[in-house]
């Protein structure tokens, strides 16, 4: 049978007149199934806002940035770890990862390995240079030097270098071995960009050997840097293209 609430009403004051109930039952019924109404919705719970950071006690926050500290001054950046500049520079935020003291100190880190990988790049030293470099990506990858100076690695380190020393006896003749070499020196390797640094005693010597450079390059000059120095010399360093 069909629940009494589920029918139309028409239906249901046809029903109780069929079976003759007396008449303020019927009334009672149909008045009472006309007014009832549907249950009023259950509110939603309220979301909850999330507990606050915890933030770290200032007295344990002042001694491990003072060990830090005295770590980076002994030199204890990373290794060994433990009491390292970097493993209490990480255990701040560990407990707070906003605290920016430690952040700045990541960022330090991270500069001095960069530092340590131009030094290393200086006495063409490529894979300790690689190697500062990923110690330095492995702290903070995103960092904005490391790009660049992965790429300066990768020229540096697919350069072909000539370095050839000239005897001063032979720079005061006009024709002489020195000349020779020179415009060989500049003849340019294809696929390659090229330039020179140039010692000599004084600045007269140092341009008649970059003229005499220019003279055997193709296009007729050659980037050069003159350096008053001695001995005398030059470097040719060419970065591929």
């Not at 109780?16 to 303020?24: D, E």
């Not at 149909?30 to 009832?36: A, F, K, S």
């Amino acid at each position: 049978m069909i629940p009494l609430k589920t029918r139309p009403l028409a239906a249901v004051r046809r029903r109780l007149l069929a079976v003759k109930l007396p008449i303020f039952v019927v009334v009672a019924i149909i008045v009472l199934g006309g007014c009832q109404t549907p249950p009023e919705p259950v509110p939603e719970p309220e979301p909850q806002a999330p507990p606050p950071a915890p933030k770290i006690d200032p007295d344990l926050l002042a001694d491990l940035l003072y060990r830090a500290e005295q770590a980076l001054a002994r030199d204890q950046v990373a290794y060994p770890l433990e009491g390292s500049a970097l493993a209490l520079y990480e255990e701040i935020l560990a407990i707070e990862a906003d605290q920016e003291d430690a952040l700045r100190g990541l960022e330090h880190i991270v500069e001095q390995y960069i530092e340590r990988a131009f030094k290393a790049l200086e006495r063409e030293q490529y894979a300790s240079a690689r190697s500062m470099l990923a110690r330095a990506r492995l702290i903070l990858p995103d960092h904005p030097s490391i790009k660049p100076t992965e790429e300066q690695i990768r020229l540096l380190s697919e350069a072909r270098r000539v370095t050839i020393r000239l005897q001063q006896a032979d720079l005061e003749r006009s024709e002489s071995v020195a000349a020779a070499e020179l415009k060989a020196l500049g003849e340019l390797p294809a696929g390659y960009d090229c330039r020179f640094t140039i010692a000599a005693k004084n600045d007269a010597q140092g341009r008649w050997i970059y003229r005499t450079l220019s003279s055997g390059s193709s296009t007729g000059r050659v980037r050069a840097q003159i350096e008053i120095r001695l001995p005398a010399g030059v470097e040719r360093v060419c970065f591929p293209t």
